[in-house]
Antibody, heavy 118, light 108 residues
Framework: EVQLVESGGGLVQPGGSLRLSCAAS????????MNWVRQAPGKGLEWVAN????????YYVGSVKGRFTISRDDAKNSLYLQMNSLRVEDTAVYYC???????????WGQGTVVTVSS | EIVLTQSPDTLSLSPGERATLSCRAS???????LAWYQQKPGQAPRLLIY???SRATGIPDRFSGSGSGTDFTLTISRLEPEDFAVYYC?????????FGGGTKVEIK
């Protein structure tokens, strides 16, 4: 059974850092595109970043470029999102999602909550 | 960046009725790279449709997707009680991938 479990969220002050983790089971992360998607409170979905199977391709939405870094640990079958210089507007539930057929997002984790506030 | 506009914002219908949701793109979506997701309160989104018209694994056949280019539609042929939720379209043919603002299907 495919499962994605995020962790690492929490309350952080503006300018601070957090590292989100996504532990995958039931499949091998390195065989798929992997994504981070966020949802601000009461708002819609926003794609944040993704990483290609060979790790040579890493892509970000404009608002996080230079601040967030996506990575993967194949030995742990896990995906990460290092978030630096956090802003109030980064407050959201962060989901990891697997790139599925035609690169749609076919499996999602339950999400981890990030709150940026002073 | 491709902007996706969903309409209506809210659809008030009764169980058994047909729901038609629209997703319009600001530019042509390449290679039918358009998906639909369902999200219920407190839950992660669930993939319903990919490639504009292909149902994801385990999705009932009352859900169907159609369209091409800039105009796409999700149809729920007969609403079941568990179908009342928010629906999002997403394009992933051009980077960055973008989502529409969502359509809430509520019980009338």
């Amino acid at each position: 059974e495919v499962q994605l479990v995020e962790s690492g969220g929490g309350l952080v002050q503006p300018g601070g850092s957090l590292r989100l983790s996504c532990a995958a089971s039931g499949f091998t992360c390195s065989d798929y595109w992997m994504n981070w998607v966020r949802q601000a409170p009461g708002k819609g979905l926003e794609w944040v970043a993704n990483i290609k199977q060979d790790e040579n391709g890493k892509y970000y939405v404009g608002s996080v470029k230079g601040r967030f870094t996506i990575s993967r640990d194949d030995a742990k079958n896990s995906l990460y999102l290092q978030m630096n210089s956090l802003r109030v507007e980064d407050t959201a539930v962060y989901y990891c999602a697997r790139g599925g057929p035609m690169r749609s997002f076919d499996y999602w984790g339950q999400g981890t909550v990030v709150t940026v506030s002073s | 960046e491709i902007v996706l506009t969903q309409s209506p914002d809210t659809l008030s219908l009764s169980p058994g009725e047909r729901a038609t949701l629209s997703c319009r793109a600001s530019q042509s979506v390449s290679n039918y790279h358009l998906a639909w997701y369902q999200q219920k309160p407190g839950q992660a989104p669930r993939l319903l449709i990919y490639g504009a018209s292909s149902r994801a694994t385990g999705i009932p056949d009352r859900f169907s997707g159609s369209g091409s280019g800039t105009d796409f539609t999700l149809t729920i042929s007969r609403l079941e009680p568990e179908d009342f939720a928010v629906y999002y379209c997403q394009q992933y043919g051009s980077s960055p991938s973008t989502f529409g603002g969502g359509t809430k299907v509520e019980i009338k």
